[in-house]
């Protein structure tokens, strides 16, 4: 059988999508195991939970560090040192230096809460929600040089709905990041992913079907 893609998980925050990666590790969805889970905040919630599942955790804190160079060096030497095939950015908030990309190319992928290419940086949820979009979502990516501008794996897409805040629309577009992420991961696993220019190929998976959503629905149009 072969062995499970070893993944390092960076997070920064709640850590809800390094809990969903580990419940579907758990019940066997996703055939993969976390080597380590590295953190840039003593604070963050997603370290209580990896140490309740028994993970290995590293907090590291930019203070600590004299430059990015050095703290990204510290990071590459770790993720090295734990043979990880996948450096998985899970709410990581920090932008990666040339070094670290060079350092695992194609090997690192990020979740983003709006439909990129729209609404990228840091507050993709609310930015699409002032627009006034009428769908918005989430994406998975591999990671490149910009920001949240890598060639995109998965689109899961949820409407906005005339009564949303822009925390009820957080939340729906969060359920959907906890199916797109471990599936994304599940595909790398496989090996069923190739990258041609900016498009990600995936091999034998069904394309969803041809439908046009509007929101709000048409009436009788
Ligand atoms: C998610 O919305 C993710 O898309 C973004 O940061 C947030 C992290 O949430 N990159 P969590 O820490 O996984 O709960």
Do not use: W
């Amino acid at each position: 059988m072969a062995q499970p893609l070893k993944l390092g998980v960076l997070i920064s925050g709640s850590g809800s999508n390094l809990q969903s990666i580990i419940d579907n590790i758990e019940k066997g969805a996703l055939k993969a195991s976390i080597k380590i889970v590295i953190c840039n905040n003593p604070h963050s919630f997603g370290i209580t939970r990896a140490q309740k599942h028994g993970l290995p955790v590293v907090v590291l804190k930019q203070e600590d560090f004299k430059t990015r160079a050095d703290f990204d060096g510290e990071l590459i030497r770790i993720l090295r040192s734990k043979e990880i095939d996948l450096v998985v950015l899970a709410g990581f908030m920090r932008i990666l230096t040339p070094d670290f990309l060079k350092a695992f190319p194609l090997k690192i992928i990020n979740i983003h809460p709006a439909l990129l290419p729209s609404f990228p940086g840091i507050h993709g949820q609310k930015d699409a929600f002032e627009y006034g979009v009428k769908f918005s979502g989430c994406t998975v990516h591999f990671v490149d040089e910009g920001v949240d501008t890598g060639p995109i794996i998965i689109q899961s897409v949820v409407p906005v709905f005339q009564d949303d805040t822009k925390e009820t629309l957080a939340l729906r577009i969060l359920k959907e990041e906890h199916r797109i992420y471990p599936q994304a991961i599940q595909y790398f696993a496989e090996g069923k992913i190739t990258i041609a220019g900016r498009k990600v190929l995936i091999k034998d998976t069904e394309e969803t079907p041809l439908i046009a959503l509007h929101n709000p629905s048409l009436a009788g149009f």
